[in-house]
């Protein structure tokens, strides 16, 4: 049997032991574990939907940033299409060679 993290710091402390209401063994007074409301809160529709708003939010500002360093960087065709990885590692070089070009 595995304990929770406030089970097992209860259980550091034979006097509260006792007095806990898990000990008890009552269906009423048995408390959920914090994960196990962790898990309870994030079932709930409600929540699955905010947190979809706060991830389409945040790849719509990923891929604004990619957009925008897409921008600064020269390429043949200038509206030529580039993965992510592509747009970094051109960002690279292009960071290397105005490094070069400033040191020359």
Known sequence: MMLSPDQAADSD????AHSDPESLGGADAKQLSREEKRRRRRATAKYRSA???RERIRVEAFNLAF???????PTLPPDKKLSKI?????AICYISYLNHVLDV
Request: aromatic share 0%.
């Open 51 to 53: 947190h979809a708003t």
């Open 86 to 90: 592509e747009i970094l590692r051109l």
């Open 67 to 73: 957009a925008e360093l897409r921008k600064l960087l």
């Open 13 to 16: 402390h034979p006097s509260s």
